[in-house]
Structure formats: structure tokens, C-alpha cells
């Protein structure tokens, strides 16, 4: 049986902490998504983990948990035209700070995924690279983008699907470049990525 992954719940004891991460920043097509989560303190669930490190089974059971029982949540996104516009990074962002608009209850910290952020209103943020696999708030913010992103590109896939994407999720895959180069690209295509 696998052991439980032990997340650290706080950066700082008695502050109310956001977790933020994305999902798709890599992907050929389709918006970006973010997650904003706030955990009650002393929130713990054994599958809990970056949602990399999980099935479409566990961040299903998961996505339902968080929804159920955060402080509160949000999920937003930025769509394929206004990645092309203001680039990838800059999207990425911009649907973190959409998803914090979202929160019914306001942050003390923002803990991000990665490396790179833009100051949100007045209040502090840390980045932290690997995040999603060290705070339980970041993960489970990995959960509720991947989980949204998941669902929103299999709809999309219904109305376009020659390019595989209810398998592939938009990234490019030796499927999804192989479509692309026989049928084109469509109108949900990031037209600034190399797509072939």
C-alpha cells in the first residue's frame, strides 16, 4: 500500500494561505487554466499530491473532496486568443489572479507553483518551485486546474476529434502533431506555438 505524502498544510502558522497553480501551459491547444485554494488548517487527505503524480481516478475523488470541504476555491482561465496576445507566462498569471478575484474569502499569502509571479493587489506572495508536491494548499490547487482543464479540453475534443484530444489533452503528442499536420490547425490552436 502506498504511504500517505506527507505536504506541509502553512508556509506561515495563522495566516489564511492561498494555494495558486496552472495547468496546460505546455499544451498546443486550448485555454490556460488556474486554481486558487484556501484549506481549513488542519486539512489532510492520504491521496492528496501534484496531480502529475496521480490518476484521472485519485484527482476525481480528490477534486470532489477539495470542492467540498475548502475555506474556499476558484477555478478560472484564459483562452488560445489571449495566449497568443500576451504570451504564455503572462496568461498563466493573469488566470491566477482571475481565480484569486474568485476567492469568497481574501488571502493573507499567495504560495504559487514555480518560479515567476506578478504582485497580486497588496498582498504577499512566495513562489515556490515544485510546489504542488510540497504544499498541501498548492497541490490541491494542481488538483482543481488539472481536473477543469481536463474536462473543459474533452468537450472541445467532441467538436474537433481528429486530434486525439480526449487522450492527449491538447500536448503535443506524436498524435496531436500528426493531426495538425494532416488536418490543420483549428480555431482553438495557440497559432504563436510551434505546433508542428
Not at 106 to 112: C, E, K
Not at 134 to 158: G, N, Q, V
Request: glycine share 6%; with cysteine; net charge positive.
Amino acid at each position: 500500500m502506498k504511504s500517505e505524502v506527507r505536504l506541509r498544510p502553512f508556509l506561515s502558522l495563522g495566516q489564511i494561505e492561498a494555494g495558486c497553480d496552472e495547468a496546460g501551459r505546455g499544451c498546443l491547444a486550448g485555454p490556460v487554466f488556474a486554481s486558487a485554494v484556501i484549506l481549513k488548517p488542519g486539512f489532510r487527505h492520504p491521496l492528496l499530491n501534484d496531480s502529475k503524480q496521480l490518476s484521472k481516478k485519485s484527482r476525481d475523488i480528490l477534486r470532489e473532496v477539495i470542492e467540498s470541504e475548502a475555506v474556499a476555491w476558484s477555478v478560472a482561465m484564459v483562452d488560445n486568443e489571449e495566449i497568443d496576445r500576451i504570451n504564455i507566462l503572462n496568461a498563466s498569471i493573469k488566470a491566477m489572479h482571475l481565480a484569486l478575484d474568485s476567492l469568497i474569502v481574501p488571502p493573507q499569502m499567495i504560495l504559487v507553483d514555480g518560479n515567476r509571479f506578478k504582485s497580486y493587489k497588496n498582498i504577499p506572495h512566495t513562489c515556490v518551485v515544485g510546489g504542488d508536491a510540497l504544499f498541501a494548499s498548492i497541490a490541491a490547487a494542481s488538483i482543481l486546474a488539472k481536473t477543469h482543464r481536463d474536462e473543459y479540453i474533452r468537450k472541445l475534443s467532441l467538436e474537433f476529434p481528429y486530434y486525439g484530444w480526449e487522450r492527449n489533452m491538447a500536448y503535443p503528442t506524436r498524435e496531436h502533431r500528426e493531426a495538425i499536420a494532416r488536418w490543420g490547425s483549428c480555431r482553438y490552436h495557440r497559432k504563436s506555438f510551434r505546433l508542428l
